[in-house]
């Protein structure tokens, strides 16, 4: 069974994950492939300076993250340029992967924009990670060093997670404290695979 994972930004997708992953559950995050494809040199690497300029190229040859995000967050247009450069790229190594992990009782695909780039019908089911909008913002300001402003950015640049929830097979409350979550993920992860965690 191939499950989707997602949620909000910083609204707890990567606590979620590394407890499925300690309950030995194959994890694929999209997060981490995207940041693989970007580096120096690979494909992607080529196509994103070839279409946004080598302006957003660093010295060293590394992607400058930051200076692209501020683009693509505050200009819709340039961010789905980005993501029909990304996506097809992206899919394609979760497929090489799933192919590697082969056959398995559960695994789960971290993909946190699942339903902006309308990717759920590639899975059995759909787990969403919620957790309130100002605690995300207070999250991002915390824990990523934004301003309050760029965390507003990127909140608005996604859908509201009320609304991820709300089509997504299970829902995953991360409001409260981490006995809460491991409880509702224990629960979850047992009735996904019929094993105890």
């Not at 301003?147 to 997670?161: D, H, I, N």
Request: proline content about 4%.
């Amino acid at each position: 069974m191939i499950v989707a994972l997602t949620g909000g930004i910083a609204s707890g997708k990567t606590l979620v994950a590394d407890h499925f992953r300690d309950l030995g559950v194959p994890i694929i995050d999209t997060d981490v492939i995207a940041r693989q494809l970007v580096r120096p040199d690979e494909p992607v690497w080529h196509l994103i300076k070839e279409s946004f300029g080598s302006e957003y190229i660093c010295a060293n040859g590394e992607l400058d993250r930051s200076k692209l995000a501020d683009l693509v967050f505050a200009n819709a247009n340039e961010r789905l340029r980005l993501e029909a450069i990304m996506h097809p790229a992206i899919f394609a190594e979760v497929e090489r992967q799933l192919q590697e992990i082969g056959e398995k009782p559960l695994i789960i695909v971290v993909v946190p924009l699942l339903y902006e780039v309308a990717a759920e019908e590639r899975f059995a089911a759909v787990i969403s990670v919620t957790a309130s909008s100002g605690q995300q913002i207070s999250r991002l300001v915390a824990t990523r060093g934004y301003s309050r402003a760029e965390a507003e950015a990127r909140l608005a640049a996604q859908l509201p997670a009320v609304e991820k929830a709300g089509r997504a097979d299970y829902v995953i409350d991360n409001s409260g404290d981490i006995a809460a979550t491991s409880k509702q993920i224990n629960a979850l992860y047992q009735h996904l695979t019929g094993k105890d965690a």
